[in-house]
Structures are given as C-alpha cells and as structure tokens.
C-alpha cells in the first residue's frame, strides 16, 4: 500500500490558506455593505492643518490666512555683515590645573567657561606651576583648543 502524500504540515499550511482566504472575502463583503449604507458615495475623511501646526477636521477660515510677499522672503545665510557680532577678547584667563615639566605639557582651566584646555612648553612665554593664575590664547591644535602664548598674570 503506498503512504498518503498529505503530511501534517501541508494540511496545516491549507488551513491557514483557506482561513486567509475567508477574512479577505468578510472584510470585502463589510466594505460593499458600508459602501451601500453612505449611498453609493465613497467616503474620504479629510485632515486639514491650523495655523499652529496641529490636525483638525474642520477646514481652515479664510479670514486667519496671513498674506506673505514674496520679495520679503530671504533665501541663504545672512551676509557676515547683517549680523549682530559681539567683541571676543581673544586673550582669556584662567587657572593652571597640571603642568608636569618633565613631559613638558599640561592643562589650563578658563575662568569663564572652566573649560580645560591642553598647553604645551612651546606655548610659554612665563615659566609656570600649578595652581598659578594665567592668561593664554586660544589655538586650533590636532585634538581641539590649545592654550598658546601662556604668561603669569
């Protein structure tokens, strides 16, 4: 006698067809039926957007709606010479937190901002110890702000 070819497995997998098969057919007889209740129109619901920003449902009053000119629209970034710059003291103070003479670097707190900035040996102009107050220049070095043209205060 030969094995049936039905395996458990395959059965299971047409049950699940058949099921699929099922809801896609309810779900399409709901949709005529809702379909027929608005008479015969489909229904598209609408969102509109207020004037700050947020959804609604009801359309927007003409009355709110603000007239804009296009000549006052500004396109790009404003020239350096719009804007308002302020007067940046390039030389800072602060503190110095470690300095090892042997290594020849350390490091210098500002007052303003207590940000901690790397100084070289090369960068002295005053020898310095730690703990002494300074004043410095900021420089771009290859890991960030560098500490340059460092003197005793």
Do not use: W
Request: aromatic share 8%.
């Amino acid at each position: 006698m030969a094995k049936s070819q039905q395996t458990f497995n395959k059965s299971e997998k047409e049950k699940k067809r058949l099921k699929k098969r099922e809801e896609k057919r309810k779900k399409m007889e709901a949709r005529k039926l809702e379909k027929e209740e608005n008479g015969g129109a489909e229904s598209i619901p609408f969102a509109y957007v207020d004037q700050f920003g947020n959804l609604t449902d009801t359309p927007p009053n003409p009355a709110d709606k603000i007239k804009v000119k296009a000549k006052n629209i500004v396109l790009g970034v404003p020239k350096k010479e719009d804007m308002e710059e302020e007067e940046y003291d390039p030389i800072r103070k602060g503190k110095v937190s470690f300095f090892d003479h042997s290594k020849g670097f350390g490091f210098i707190i500002d007052t303003e901002d207590q940000e901690k900035y790397f100084c070289h040996v090369s960068g002295l102009i005053d020898e310095i110890q730690e703990n002494d107050k300074v004043q410095f220049e900021l420089e771009k070095g290859n890991r960030g702000m560098n500490a340059v043209r460092v003197k005793l205060v």
